[in-house]
C-alpha cells in the first residue's frame, strides 16, 4: 500500500519542479523525458522480487516519469486552442476515465494470466506509445529559453525570478485560487479511497462494490465531456462558478453516504459523484489560462498541483483514524463534505475579484489615452478659434 501511496503522492509533489522545467525546456522535451524515466521506472520494476527496491523503481522513477509526462499535456493545448479549451480539456481527460473504467479488468485478466511481472512489462507498451506521442508537442508560445537567448543564439541561463515565476501568486484572483482548491481537497478523496471498505462493513459481500467505481468512471467521463463544453461558453473567470458547483455537490454526496442503508442508493449517490468530478478536472487548466495567461500557465499549474497534493495526502489517512476509533465511516463521510463546501464558499469571490483587477490594469492606458484626447481637442479648438476670424474676413469680402 505504500509502494502506490508514494507513487500517488510523488505525481504531485513533483509538479512545481516540472513547470520549471517546462518553462525551460518547453513542453515537448519534457513529455518524452518523462515517458522515458516512466518507461525505465515501470521496466526495471518489472524485474525487482523484493518489496524495498520498488519503494525506489515504481514509488519514485516511474511516478517522476508519469508527473512529467502528464502536466506538459495540459500546458500544450493552449498553445492551440482558446475558444475551444474547455471542450479539447475534456475530450483529453475523458481519456483517464476511459482507462479507469477498462484498466481493472484488463490488468485482472493480466495478472491471472501472465502473473504481474509480464503485466508491468505490458504495460510498457503504453509508456512507449506516451514516448512517441510527446514528440508532437511543439509550443507556439515562446519558452524561457526562447526569450533568454533567441531561437537560434546560444542558451542562456535564465535568472532565479524567471525560474521560479512566484509572480503567479501576485495575481489575487490565482492565489485564492491556488489555496482554496487545496482547502475544499482535504475532504475531497476521502469517499474514493474509503467507499469500497465501507460497503464492506456496511453490506458485506452480498453487493459487487466494483459497480461503484465502474459508475465513477463512467459518469466522470461524460461529466468532463460535458462540462468541457458549458465551460467555452462561460466567460472569462465565471469559470470557477462550474467548480464552486462541483464541490457543493461532492460535498453534499459525501454527507449522504452513510444515510444510504440500500446499495441501489449509493450507486445514485456514485454516478452524481463521478458527474462532478469530471466537471472539477476538465476546467482546471482554462480556469489557469484566464487567471494568469499562456506565459505563465505551466508554473500556475504546477504550483497548484503541488499544493494540493498535502491535501491529498493527509485528508484521507485523518478518515481512516476516525474510522479506527469511531469503529464506522460514518462520521468521516459527514466530515468530509465539510472542507469542499468551505472551498467552494471561498471560490465564489474570483470572478469578483479577477473583474477588478482587469479593470484596473484597463484603466492605467485609458487615463492616457484620453490625456492625449484632451490635448487634441484643445489644439484643434486653439487652432479652430484662430482660423475662425479669417473665414469671416473672407465671406466678408
Known amino acids: 500500500a505504500w509502494v502506490s501511496s508514494l507513487s500517488m503522492g510523488m505525481v504531485f509533489f513533483c509538479s512545481p519542479i516540472v513547470s520549471i522545467f517546462t518553462d525551460l525546456l518547453g513542453c515537448r522535451k519534457v513529455a518524452v523525458i518523462g515517458a522515458a524515466v516512466g518507461f525505465a521506472g515501470l521496466l526495471s ?5 523484493t518489496i524495498e527496491p520498488l519503494y525506489f523503481t515504481y514509488g519514485v522513477l516511474f511516478a517522476c516519469g508519469c508527473s512529467f509526462a502528464y502536466q506538459p499535456s495540459l500546458v500544450i493545448l493552449g498553445h492551440y486552442f482558446k475558444k475551444r479549451l474547455g471542450l479539447v480539456n475534456g475530450i483529453v481527460t475523458a481519456g483517464s476515465s476511459l482507462f479507469t473504467v477498462s484498466l481493472p479488468f484488463l490488468l485482472r485478466a493480466l495478472i491471472d494470466s501472465v502473473g504481474l511481472y509480464n503485466t508491468l512489462r505490458v504495460l510498457c507498451i503504453l509508456m512507449f506509445i506516451l514516448f512517441l506521442a510527446g ?8 519558452n524561457t529559453k526562447d526569450k533568454e537567448g533567441g531561437k537560434k543564439g546560444k542558451f542562456r541561463f535564465p535568472p532565479e525570478k524567471k525560474i521560479c515565476n512566484f509572480s503567479v501568486f501576485k495575481v489575487l484572483s490565482y492565489r485564492i485560487w491556488a ?11 476521502v469517499p474514493y479511497v474509503h467507499l469500497m471498505k465501507h460497503v464492506k462493513d456496511r453490506f458485506g459481500d452480498s453487493v459487487p462494490e466494483e459497480v461503484l467505481l465502474l459508475c465513477l468512471g463512467i459518469t466522470s467521463g461524460v461529466g468532463r465531456l460535458i462540462f468541457g463544453r458549458v465551460a467555452d461558453y462561460i466567460p472569462g473567470a465565471k469559470k470557477v462558478y462550474l467548480q464552486v458547483a462541483s464541490f457543493f455537490f461532492i460535498g453534499l454526496m459525501s454527507m449522504m453516504i452513510p444515510l444510504c442503508h440500500v446499495f441501489g442508493g449509493l450507486i445514485a449517490v456514485c454516478l452524481f459523484m463521478g458527474l462532478f ?3 472539477f478536472i476538465c476546467i482546471m487548466a482554462p ?14 499549474i504546477g504550483f497548484l498541483l503541488g499544493l494540493m497534493s498535502i491535501p491529498m495526502t493527509v485528508g484521507p489517512p485523518i478518515a481512516g483514524l476516525l474510522r479506527d476509533h469511531l469503529g464506522t465511516y460514518d462520521v468521516a463521510f459527514y466530515l468530509a463534505g465539510v472542507p469542499p463546501l468551505i472551498g467552494g464558499a471561498i471560490l465564489c ?4 475579484v479577477h473583474e477588478r483587477q482587469k479593470f484596473k490594469e484597463r484603466a492605467k492606458p485609458v487615463d492616457g489615452e484620453t490625456t492625449e484626447k484632451m490635448l487634441e481637442n484643445e489644439s484643434t479648438l486653439v487652432s479652430g478659434t484662430r482660423e475662425k476670424p479669417v473665414k469671416e474676413m473672407e465671406s466678408g469680402f
Do not use: H, N, R
Open 45 to 49: 520494476s518489472s524485474f525487482v522480487s
Open 135 to 142: 514528440f508532437t508537442y511543439k509550443p507556439l508560445v515562446p
Open 179 to 189: 489555496f482554496g482548491i487545496p482547502a475544499a481537497l482535504f475532504g475531497y478523496f
Open 277 to 279: 468530478d469530471g466537471c
Open 287 to 300: 480556469i489557469a489560462f484566464e487567471l494568469v495567461g499562456a506565459q505563465d500557465v505551466s508554473q500556475a
Open 349 to 352: 469571490f474570483i470572478p469578483w
